[in-house]
């Protein structure tokens, strides 16, 4: 079976009602980075960090997929489907995808500040004094400014071995993820879909939202 390979990013969410962080009016433009995405910000003034990060995750429980994330998994049908993203949401799964994997985290988790332990976190919120079974404050399980990008190795992996890569909702402006694309050497298609694409020479570009051409392209892969 062949397979495909979907890397999405903010867009995909945005239209789920997810604010993204880059765009105008994103959430860098209300929230200073330094304070609320680096380990710094989070020993300067944790409350403030997990106070930021306990709105986001209220928001995501609250938010469903969008016909994006559903069309996608028809795409099992006829391939063998991972999906790779940098949302640090759950609208993917929420949507039954079954092979996600999360570049920068988690929202629905936190970890240890000692030993990156991961726990789930029931409910919306993470607190002062949310502790692991070692004593240590949690922190969410999400890739701040400095740290290392979770699972690249794995994607850059992936993405070689897929027939179709598919971009979904992405600047491909965040990098390492960004890069994922110079590894798709194997690929029969690369397709980019976003409201304002990057033109990249050799790939398909597909400029519009999300939920109305993701299912439109997905038909169109499956009736080759």
């Given at each position: 079976m062949k397979k495909v390979v979907v890397f999405t990013g903010a867009g995909i969410s945005a239209e789920s009602g997810l604010a993204t962080f880059r765009d105008k009016d994103g959430l860098?433009?209300?929230?200073?980075l330094e304070d609320i995405s680096t380990y710094s910000g989070f020993e300067n003034n944790p409350t403030?960090?997990?106070n930021f990060y306990n709105q986001r995750r209220l928001k995501m429980i609250n938010a469903?997929?969008?016909?994006?994330?559903?069309?996608?998994?028809?795409?099992c049908e006829k391939y063998e489907l991972t999906i790779i993203t940098q949302n640090i949401d759950d609208l993917h799964e929420k949507s039954g995808s079954?092979?996600?994997i999360h570049l920068h985290g988690k929202l629905n988790q936190a970890k240890s500040i000692i030993n990156d332990k991961i726990y789930e976190i029931n409910g919306a919120e993470l607190n002062?004094?949310?502790l692991c079974e070692l004593g240590a404050q949690l922190r969410p399980n999400v890739v701040w400014f400095g740290e290392e990008v979770e699972n690249m190795d794995l994607a850059i992996n992936l993405v070689m071995e897929a027939s179709i890569f598919i971009i979904i909702g992405t600047s491909l402006n965040v990098f390492p993820a960004a890069s994922l694309i110079d590894n798709a050497v194997n690929s029969e298609r690369i397709i980019l879909i976003d409201l304002k694409p990057?033109?990249?020479?050799?790939?398909?570009?597909h400029s519009?939202?999300?939920t109305d051409l993701v299912p439109k392209i997905i038909d169109e892969i499956l009736n080759l």
């Open positions: 860098w433009d209300k929230y200073n403030k960090v997990l469903k997929p969008n016909k994006a994330h559903f069309a996608l998994n028809k795409l079954e092979r996600v002062v004094g949310d990057n033109f990249i020479n050799g790939i398909e570009i519009g939202n999300a």
